[in-house]
């Protein structure tokens, strides 16, 4: 059966269908021998050997897990600078693995990896709108007039945030405490919301991945997730997939 080249390397955990079509487009795959770089190439993967950085591509037992994320870690597979990996501290590992979505190397806390890149692509891409949850705590005391401009929405270089949910505020003339909700998150878009709102972060930590919670793991641990806990994940994935044919 043919199938798109980058849906085959996704499913195989080569990585998730944005990433292996820049590992095409950076001419790091052959089939049958030919170095392949036009995105939306067909292959029968049944009939042809494909091969990613000259190693052959097998289907593969897909794997997930829930890590606890430390400081400190890139949710990146390669890291020219040499950076400590949050996919490192999963331990006795033969597939390839890769996170879903990222937690930038100042912030702790929940993230998924796994092989699958089918569900990757659907709960990482900005388009379905997986909500998060995440705890922060700044320096100072959070203003009412913050918590709305947060919540409505702040001007940031590459235009306005979109409106985030402010719960369970903890005010102190030290330091403040509280939970953002995001459909959406561009690069360190909180600590530059917040940075805006003239607020130095202190901590800031995933708490929350849709409907995945487990207050228990510790920073720095992992555990597998259950097979309810994957099938909800998928369950999400169509939700948003079905709301967004829809609209």
């Avoid at 049944?46 to 097998?58: A, G, N, T, V």
């Avoid at 829930?66 to 949050?86: S, Y």
Wanted: glycine share 6%; aromatic share 6%.
């Amino acid at each position: 059966m043919l199938e798109r080249l980058q849906k085959i390397l996704a499913e195989a955990g080569v990585g998730s269908r944005r990433e292996c079509e820049r590992i095409i487009a950076a001419g790091r795959v052959t089939v049958d021998g030919k170095r392949v770089t036009t995105l939306g190439t067909t292959v029968d993967a049944d009939k042809s050997r494909i091969c990613c950085d000259d190693l052959p591509i097998k289907k593969q037992r897909t794997i997930y897990y829930l890590l606890n994320k430390p400081k400190g870690f890139v949710c990146t597979n390669r890291d020219e600078l040499g950076r400590l990996q949050a996919i490192d501290i999963i331990e006795n590992v033969t597939q390839r693995i890769y996170t879903i979505g990222r937690l930038d190397k100042e912030s702790e806390g929940l993230i998924v990896l796994t092989n699958d890149g089918d569900l990757a692509n659907k709960l990482s891409h900005p388009s379905y709108e997986v909500s998060k949850t995440y705890f922060v705590e700044v320096d100072g005391y959070l203003t009412v007039e913050a918590i709305k401009a947060l919540e409505s929405g702040v001007w940031l270089s590459f235009g306005k945030t979109r409106p985030v949910k402010v719960q369970h505020v903890r005010k102190g003339k030290q330091r403040s405490r509280f939970e953002m909700v995001f459909k959406e998150g561009k690069n360190r878009e909180i600590r530059r919301m917040l940075n805006e709102c003239n607020y130095k972060v202190r901590i800031l930590r995933r708490i929350k991945i849709g409907n995945l919670y487990d207050p228990a793991l510790k920073i720095g641990r992992y555990r597998k997730l259950t097979d309810a806990e994957v099938k909800r994940l998928y369950a999400l994935a169509e939700r948003i997939t079905t709301k967004d044919m829809k609209e």
